[in-house]
Nanobody, 126 residues
Framework: QVRLVESGGGLVQAGASLRLSCAVSGLTFINYGMGWFRQAPGKEREFVAAIAWSGDRTYYADSVKGRFTISRDNAVNTISLQMNSLKPDDTAVYYC???????????????????WGQGTQVTVSS
């Protein structure tokens, strides 16, 4: 059974930092590209960041570029999202997702990811 479990969310003030993690089990992690998405209340889910299965390519939404960093540790089947200079607009439920390398694309925001976590809440107060 494939499981993606996010952690690290919380309530912070604007300008603070948070680090989200996603622990993955039930699949051959090194064969999967990974992504972070978020959904704010009343809004559609949106792409945040992605990392290729090899870890050598990363992608970011314009809204987070320069502030967020995605990384992966293939030794422990985990991805992370380091979020700095947080803004109230970053408030959302953050989800990690996985897609097999055979379905990877240079535009990961357009990929239909196979597996999803349950999400972790990030709230940024002004």
């Amino acid at each position: 059974q494939v499981r993606l479990v996010e952690s690290g969310g919380g309530l912070v003030q604007a300008g603070a930092s948070l680090r989200l993690s996603c622990a993955v089990s039930g699949l051959t992690f090194i064969n999967y590209g990974m992504g972070w998405f978020r959904q704010a209340p009343g809004k559609e889910r949106e792409f945040v960041a992605a990392i290729a299965w090899s870890g050598d390519r990363t992608y970011y939404a314009d809204s987070v570029k320069g502030r967020f960093t995605i990384s992966r540790d293939n030794a422990v089947n985990t991805i992370s999202l380091q979020m700095n200079s947080l803004k109230p607009d970053d408030t959302a439920v953050y989800y990690c997702a996985a897609v097999h390398r055979a379905r990877w694309s240079p535009e990961p925001s357009r990929i239909s990811f196979n597996y999803w976590g349950q999400g972790t809440q990030v709230t940024v107060s002004s």
